[in-house]
């Protein structure tokens, strides 16, 4: 069963624009999470979707949005960006959303704004 | 409100010694999960274990074993026979039902250094 894949790997871009990155779950997984890493704040809780709906929220500003097709893959845009944005952006997929699965991550997108 | 602490930042060890890294959480709940996760230098996070909280019989896999202990809300991880490939980042992370649905709360992470 091929894992969770995320697009694109690596990105660059500059202040003030925005960016969109692309999380596809492991087949038959409904619900994924977005988490950012970075050194001095960890690994942070972003969204979490299932079945095309956002059930739960981390605390990050609007400019962090997401959403989930019908076929359960996931994307999230960041506006506006910062050079704090500068993270690796791990997607996670599970198979239910009852907080109790097992999340599996993928490779990561590692954005770099300059 | 949840909280996971890996009082350890980073352990070097010599090839072949055995390493346990710690883990402490909080949590109000009474049913929640906890899981190990391991970073390589690639980046992707790739699970070990989880455990309920209603499990706590530890358990050996290979040249892993886990140390669950409800009473002192930890829950050790240890490496027998360490090799150089351990060497990664080793989250410990925690999940319950409800309004946390979907979301892990994350350690700081230990960075597990293995030494020829």
């Known amino acids: 069963k091929a894992g969770v894949t995320q697009t694109p790997r690596y990105l660059i871009k500059t202040r003030g624009q925005q960016v969109t990155l692309s999380c596809s779950p492991i087949?038959?997984?409904?619900?994924v999470s977005w988490y950012q890493q970075t050194p001095g704040q960890g690994l942070q809780f972003l969204f979490e979707?299932?079945?095309?709906?956002?059930?739960n929220k981390g605390n990050f500003p609007g400019r962090f949005s997401g959403r989930q097709f019908s076929n359960s893959r996931s994307e999230m845009n960041v506006s506006t960006l910062e050079l704090g944005d500068s993270a690796l952006y791990l997607c996670?997929?599970?198979?239910?959303?009852?907080?109790?699965?097992?999340?599996?991550f993928g490779p990561g997108t590692r954005l770099t704004v300059l | 409100a949840q909280k996971v602490t890996q009082a350890q930042t980073e352990i070097s060890v010599v090839e072949k010694e055995d390493v346990t890294l710690d883990c402490v959480y909080e949590?109000?709940?009474?049913?929640?999960?906890l899981f190990w996760y391991k970073q390589p230098p690639s980046g992707e996070l790739v699970f070990l274990i989880r455990?309920?909280?209603?499990?706590?019989q530890n358990e050996i896999s290979g040249r892993y074993s886990w140390n669950f202990q409800k009473s002192t809300s930890s829950f050790n991880f240890t490496i027998t026979a360490s090799q150089v490939v351990d060497s990664a980042v080793y989250f410990c992370?925690?999940?319950?039902?409800?309004?946390?649905?979907?979301?892990?709360?994350f350690g700081d992470g230990t960075t597990l250094t293995v030494k020829p």
């Open positions: 996670a997929s599970s198979l239910l959303a009852s907080g109790t699965d097992t999340q599996y």
């Open positions: 087949s038959g997984h409904r619900s």
């Open positions: 979707y299932f079945s095309e709906t956002q059930r």
């Open positions: 949590t109000r709940d009474t049913t929640y999960y």
């Open positions: 455990r309920n909280s209603f499990d706590e």
């Open positions: 992370a925690l999940s319950d039902r409800g309004t946390n649905a979907g979301k892990s709360t």
